[in-house]
């Protein structure tokens, strides 16, 4: 049976799956209904799961080994939603693109060999549990990781940020904002000149960069000299070796600030760190010819890099690509109400069609072409 074949077996299938976790949207790591609802799909085609994965309760693997030898190939699955926008970055329909394209190659992989494995990873929003697998070994027996994200328009795998999220707790003293000032060492002062401090900055440091913050915390009355404040910052450049020249560079002003106001601070990481995206040419170049051979709508070449994922951490470890499929709707704007509506019509369905089957070929083409497999991997090792 052909892979259209076995996609049209499928089909509503994997529109039930997509419509199902939009209509019941979870947040990250709070994801128990959604993984258990792909979990359950897969066992259905006879995928070994084991939940729970690098101490991630709704983390998941699983997994499909032919009685040949091969490669493994992996698909990545996303499944949190945003708050009170529900799934308007699209990820039920990156779920249904990578159980979709897992359960159709392995219906193959018994007569052409390997494994293939699909990946669950919470809370790409936040803390994205791909790091800690790109970190613990999740990846190590994998050949090639692939995922593909939802957009407004279909484009090819590129570059994506590296990123830092910091936050800043000063501590001043309270005191009576009006009788007596000089008592009071003002938390919020601090948090104001580490905003200044990191305007100043932004005049010196490259096109790519991007530091954008919000303080949390600024004080509980103006008569009162605030003794607490917080401030959270994304930093974010193009390679991870800048964004942490420029974390430094920030904690010093931080400590400036302390200075100017005799505060003090302490300094965390509130989110997990992603690192940039390094798409593998080779691989995404065997993607796009089949998603250009599936899709109605143009394939565009890919964009600069605006955002980050921590799909960056993966392809740190293991050649990857995470290119878009488009819904057809240019210019429709991520993280919106709109954009989860969109994801359920008639266009979010050919998304699904589209992505699933130049995973599906995708992840064939490399495991009967060793020479394909050797031009991905020693890319990798060059980069």
């Known amino acids: 049976m052909s892979l259209e074949k076995n996609y049209e077996a499928i089909q509503e299938e994997l529109n039930q ?77 990156i779920a249904a693109f ?14 052409i060999g390997g494994k293939v494995v699909v990946l669950g990873t919470p809370a790409e929003e936040t803390s994205g549990a791909k790091v800690p697998m790109s970190e613990q070994g999740t990846f190590e027996d994998i050949d090639v990781a692939m995922m593909v994200h939802g957009a407004d328009v279909s484009s090819e795998s590129g570059p994506m940020l590296a990123m830092d999220a910091l936050q ?18 003002n ?9 200044n401090g990191i305007n100043a900055l932004r005049e010196h440091v490259p096109d790519d960069v991007r530091i954008h913050g919000i303080i949390t915390k600024g004080g509980e009355a103006a008569g009162i000299v605030p003794a607490e404040a917080t401030a959270q910052f994304y930093i974010r450049a193009n390679e991870r070796k800048l964004v942490d020249e420029l974390g430094e560079k920030v904690r ?12 003090s601070v302490e300094i965390s990481n509130y989110e997990l760190s992603y690192d940039n995206m390094i798409t593998n040419q080779a691989l995404s170049d065997t993607f ?27 392809s740190q470890v293991v050649p990857s690509i995470h290119p878009f499929a488009g819904l057809n709707e ?45 031009a991905i991997k020693q890319e990798f090792e060059n980069r």
Request: overall charge negative; some cysteine.
């Open 252 to 263: 010093n002003i931080a400590e400036g600030a302390c200075l100017m106001t005799g505060a």
């Open 288 to 314: 796009t010819k089949h998603m250009k051979s599936y899709s109605v709508n143009p394939v565009y070449p890919a964009v600069p890099a605006t955002g980050s994922a921590d799909m960056g951490n993966v």
């Open 17 to 93: 799956i997509s419509n199902q976790l939009y209509e019941n949207p979870e947040l990250g790591d709070q994801e128990f209904e959604s993984m258990k609802l792909l979990v359950n799909y897969l066992k259905t085609y006879d995928f070994e799961v084991e939940t729970g994965i690098v101490d991630r309760p709704t983390a998941f693997r699983a997994e499909y080994t032919s009685s040949k030898p091969g490669p493994t190939v992996a698909y990545l699955a996303e499944y949190d939603a945003l708050p009170g926008i529900g799934h308007g970055c699209g990820h039920n329909l």
């Open 187 to 195: 938390a919020l002062d601090a948090v104001i000149q580490l905003f």
């Open 98 to 111: 990578a159980v979709g394209a897992g359960v159709i190659l392995r219906q193959h992989i018994e007569e």
């Open 168 to 185: 800043f707790d000063f501590t001043g003293k309270a005191a009576h904002a009006a009788a007596s000032p000089e008592q009071g060492i």
């Open 330 to 374: 240019p210019g429709l704007v991520f993280h919106t109400k709109e954009f989860a509506e969109k994801t359920i019509t008639p266009d979010g369905e050919a998304a699904i069609h589209d992505a699933v089957l130049a995973l599906a070929h995708t992840g064939y083409d490399i495991i009967v072409n060793k020479d394909l497999l050797h």
